[in-house]
């Protein structure tokens, strides 16, 4: 049976600007082929089994040629696989997308294309720059400012000159002197207000606004390089009164975060809201453990406890499934009372409609056993991580609490140094979050040993990790409480000293 290819346009780079019809052919793949410019989260809604094949290319360096590309295309759809071809941009706009089908129509097989939305759009747009406006340009034109291996740079530059309105180059950084000259040869004038968005609608995006005379020099100086959009024209004036892109207060600025990536989301989307180039970094995994015996056990005999204390949403989640393997349902906890360490525990309860009958004023595991004492004279029941904190059993057991603590899940550190991190530990202070105790060890363990961390600030979101921080040299803040939105308060507190 013959697969069926689609070519998806994934956008300049801000993984948002993925249309929820290309979102749909990603998670349906069995076999993506994909970009350089893609961004790393797209190749997240893959299906896990989804084999993926990266013929990225980079000027003047193309490791896969286009012709293999094509071929790769052919002979995954003669596997029966249903092949999505991922491309930056727009798959029609300067993006071979046309010759890519070629083949695949010769020997008829199935194909679609879902547009994407176009850089030579989205980076003036991300740049503050209309590519059209009423009062200074009705037209647009957009131009490749890259020439075919072999061949010379053709614009017709007098065309453009006469034509007015708003002129938009990609892939032309490399010849961005040549199209100032050209522009200005023909007639356009040196103080055309022009410009050069780099990395157009990624956190580290750049821009540099000038004159079509001044441009070529000022985008050296600033040693800008590709991927960039040059736009020419009035609507460049806008550029700073329609600036939103740069005024979120955390621009510029690079976040690392450790935390798992199935519970990274909402930190990292709250911290990508405002600006900040964040850079996923795993540090722990959390496994839950199977043919878990002591946990069966348990829930077969729920009501000799009066309490069932969580202290992470993973455990509610390895809870609920061992509850559901053994034939139960969240009824079985109607002769029981809930306690969660936090707000994000508590989330997890409500997401299985329960509510939590007790969360300490303060969110760790001291306040959590001192209010359970005040609470119970016991049985607890603990499902937590092989390696959660003792200060809970030590605390219960000092007041007298009677408890049976059961791990559920274990805490696993990759254990992998970290390569793609040195020159950003290398390059000066480091902002990293650290959401638990473990993921501290986890981050320090990924590293060489002897790795300098003086340079690392450790953005913590309570006392028990800091002090983990503190203990392998690493300076700290702390949230106010142990809540993710107290974390991102924190980080935008030192941003803005």
């Given at each position: 049976?013959?697969?069926?290819?689609?070519?998806?346009?994934?956008?300049?780079?801000?993984?948002?600007?993925l249309?929820?019809?290309?979102?749909?052919?990603?998670?349906s793949?069995?076999?993506?082929?994909?970009?350089r410019?893609?961004?790393p989260?797209?190749?997240?809604l893959?299906?896990?089994?989804?084999?993926?094949?990266?013929?990225?290319k980079?000027?003047?360096?193309?490791?896969?040629?286009?012709?293999?590309?094509?071929?790769?295309?052919?002979?995954?759809?003669?596997?029966?696989?249903?092949?999505?071809?991922?491309?930056g941009?727009?798959?029609?706009?300067?993006?071979r997308?046309?010759?890519?089908?070629?083949?695949?129509?010769?020997?008829?097989?199935?194909?679609?294309?879902?547009?994407?939305?176009?850089s030579?759009?989205?980076?003036?747009?991300?740049?503050?720059?209309?590519?059209?406006?009423?009062?200074?340009?009705?037209?647009?034109?957009?131009?490749?400012?890259h020439?075919?291996?072999?061949?010379?740079l053709?614009i017709?530059?007098?065309?453009?000159?006469?034509?007015?309105?708003?002129?938009?180059?990609?892939?032309?950084v490399s010849?961005?002197?040549r199209?100032?000259?050209?522009?200005?040869?023909?007639g356009m004038?040196?103080?055309?207000?022009?410009?050069?968005?780099?990395?157009g609608?990624?956190?580290?995006?750049?821009?540099?606004?000038?004159t079509?005379?001044?441009?070529?020099?000022?985008?050296?100086?600033?040693?800008?390089?590709?991927?960039?959009?040059?736009?020419?024209?009035?609507?460049?004036?806008?550029?700073?009164r329609?600036?939103?892109?740069?005024?979120?207060?955390?621009?510029?600025r690079?976040?690392?975060?450790?935390?798992?990536?199935?519970?990274?989301?909402?930190?990292?989307?709250?911290?990508?809201?405002l600006?900040?180039?964040?850079?996923?970094?795993?540090c722990?995994e959390?496994?839950?453990r199977?043919?878990n015996?002591?946990?069966?056990?348990?829930?077969?005999?729920?009501?000799?406890f009066e309490?069932?204390?969580?202290?992470?949403?993973?455990?509610?989640?390895?809870?609920?499934?061992?509850?559901?393997?053994q034939?139960?349902?969240?009824?079985?906890?109607s002769?029981?009372?809930?306690?969660?360490?936090?707000?994000?525990?508590?989330?997890?309860?409500?997401?299985r409609?329960?509510?939590?009958?007790?969360?300490?004023?303060?969110?760790?595991?001291?306040?959590?056993?001192?209010?359970?004492?005040?609470?119970?004279?016991?049985?607890?029941?603990?499902?937590?991580?092989?390696?959660?904190?003792?200060?809970?059993?030590?605390?219960l057991?000092?007041?007298?609490v009677?408890?049976t603590?059961?791990?559920?899940?274990?805490t696993?550190?990759?254990?992998?140094?970290?390569?793609?991190?040195l020159?950003?530990?290398?390059?000066?202070e480091?902002?990293?979050?650290?959401?638990?105790?473990?993921?501290?060890?986890?981050?320090?363990?990924?590293?060489?040993?002897?790795?300098?961390?003086?340079?690392?600030?450790?953005?913590c979101?309570?006392?028990?990790?800091?002090?983990?921080?503190?203990?392998?040299?690493?300076?700290?803040?702390?949230?106010?409480?142990?809540?993710?939105?107290?974390?991102?308060?924190?980080?935008?507190?030192?941003?803005?000293?």
């Open positions: 049976m013959t697969g069926k290819v689609t070519l998806v346009g994934a956008g300049p780079g801000d993984p948002g600007l249309t929820r019809k290309g979102e749909a052919a990603l998670r793949a069995e076999v993506v082929v994909y970009d410019l893609v961004a989260e797209l190749l997240e893959l299906p896990p089994t989804a084999e993926r094949i990266n013929v990225g980079e000027a003047d360096h193309h490791p896969v040629p286009q012709w293999r590309t094509n071929e790769i295309l052919l002979e995954k759809a003669l596997e029966g696989k249903n092949v999505v071809r991922l491309k941009g727009d798959p029609f706009l300067f993006g997308g046309g010759e890519e089908l070629e083949l695949l129509a010769e020997r008829h097989i199935p194909f679609e294309v879902v547009p994407g939305v176009t030579a759009l989205a980076a003036p747009a991300y740049g503050g720059i209309p590519v059209t406006h009423r009062d200074f340009a009705s037209s647009l034109h957009i131009v490749t400012g020439a075919k291996a072999g061949s010379h053709h017709n530059f007098k065309a453009l000159a006469e034509a007015g309105g708003t002129c938009v180059f990609l892939m032309g010849a961005l002197e199209i100032c000259g050209g522009l200005l040869d023909a004038g040196a103080d055309t207000p022009a410009a050069v968005v780099e990395r609608t990624l956190p580290t995006q750049r821009k540099v606004v000038s079509l005379g001044r441009l070529a020099e000022e985008a050296r100086q600033a040693e800008l390089h590709s991927p960039a959009v040059i736009v020419v024209g009035e609507v460049v004036s806008l550029s700073d329609f600036d939103w892109f740069d005024a979120p207060p955390l621009k510029g690079t976040i690392v975060v450790t935390r798992p990536k199935r519970r990274a989301g909402a930190l990292r989307s709250r911290l990508h809201e600006g900040a180039d964040v850079v996923d970094y795993p722990i959390t496994l839950p199977q043919e015996l002591p946990l069966e056990e348990c829930l077969s005999r729920l009501r000799t309490w069932v204390a969580f202290t992470s949403s993973a455990g509610v989640e390895v809870f609920f499934d061992a509850l559901w393997r034939g139960m349902d969240g009824r079985a906890l002769c029981v009372k809930l306690a969660a360490i936090g707000p994000s525990t508590a989330h997890a309860l409500e997401e409609h329960l509510r939590a009958d007790y969360m300490p004023p303060v969110y760790d595991t001291e306040h959590l056993a001192l209010g359970l004492a005040e609470r119970t004279k016991g049985p607890v029941l603990l499902p937590r991580a092989a390696m959660g904190s003792p200060i809970l059993s030590r605390v057991a000092e007041q007298g009677a408890f603590d059961v791990p559920v899940y274990d696993v550190f990759p254990g992998e140094h970290a390569v793609a991190l020159p950003l530990l290398a390059a000066g480091t902002w990293v979050t650290f959401t638990s105790a473990s993921t501290v060890r986890g981050f320090v363990g990924s590293l060489e040993p002897g790795t300098d961390l003086s340079r690392v600030l450790g953005l979101i309570g006392p028990q990790t800091a002090a983990e921080c503190v203990r392998h040299g690493i300076r700290t803040r702390i949230a106010r409480e142990a809540t993710v939105p107290a974390l991102v308060e924190l980080i935008l507190n030192a941003a803005q000293e």
